[in-house]
């Protein structure tokens, strides 16, 4: 069985631009989380969708967005691009959006801002 | 709210000897508890969990953690290091009950194991 992939698995952006990164869950999957991992940090988290529906957001700025679509695929979009947004970004799947349920990692889409 | 500290941002140890990772957490209702591993280029993979059940919870490849209220503690060991364990470690922490899935973690520990 497939695991969570995101796409692309690198990318370089300027300042200023615009970055759509993109997960598919594990098959059966409905809850999808987003996290962000600056270099030697830990990763902190963004955004969890379930069915489709927002459920929880972090301490991020307006510029980062999400959506999860009817396949429960997801997109994580961030405007405006800061040399600060520069991480790895990893996506989870899990069952359910209850938290003792295992989250199963992408190995994330490493951005740079240049 | 909840947070999470590891002692030790690296640990080395030689092949064969006891892991001992430290975590000691904060949360304002009782928590569930994670300990994840990341090899180079690579997501995270949980080793195991704790969710209000044993207080010793075992995971794969030979890894456990003990749940300490008292201690604020969910510290990580493996009696035996192998090679293969090198890599990084995070100790993470979410809300028991709630409907949010949201993993706070720590700032992780890198393990080195030397020959």
């Known amino acids: 069985d ?3 992939t995101q796409s692309p698995t690198h990318l370089i952006k300027t300042r200023g631009q615009h970055v759509t990164l993109r997960c598919s869950p594990i ?3 409905k809850s999808v989380s987003w996290y962000q991992q ?4 830990g990763p902190q988290f963004i955004f969890q969708y379930y069915e489709k529906e927002e459920r929880g957001r972090g301490n991020f700025p307006d510029r980062f967005s999400a959506r999860q679509f009817p396949n429960y695929s997801s997109e994580l979009n961030v405007n405006a691009l800061l040399l600060g947004d520069s991480a790895l970004y990893l996506c989870a799947s899990s069952l359910t959006q209850g938290s003792n349920t295992e ?3 992408g190995q994330g ?3 740079t801002v240049v | 709210a909840q947070s999470v500290t590891q002692l030790g941002s690296h640990v080395s140890v030689s092949e064969g000897a006891l892991v001992l990772l430290r975590c000691n957490y904060s949360s304002s209702v009782p928590p569930y508890l994670f300990w994840y591993v990341q090899y180079p280029n690579q997501g995270l993979q949980l080793l195991l969990k704790y969710t209000s059940a044993a207080t010793l919870v075992k995971g794969i490849n030979g890894f456990e953690a003990e749940f300490k209220k008292s201690e604020t503690s969910f510290h990580l060991t493996k009696p035996s290091a192998h090679m293969s364990d090198a890599a990084e470690y995070f ?6 009950g709630g409907s949010n899935y949201k993993l706070t973690f720590g700032k992780g520990t890198l393990l080195t194991v030397n020959p």
């Open chain 1, 38 to 41: 600056v270099l030697g940090q």
């Open chain 2, 91 to 96: 100790c993470a922490v979410s809300p028991s």
């Open chain 1, 2 to 4: 497939a695991g969570v």
């Open chain 1, 103 to 105: 989250a199963f990692f």
């Open chain 1, 109 to 111: 889409t490493r951005l």
């Open chain 1, 27 to 29: 098959s059966g999957h």
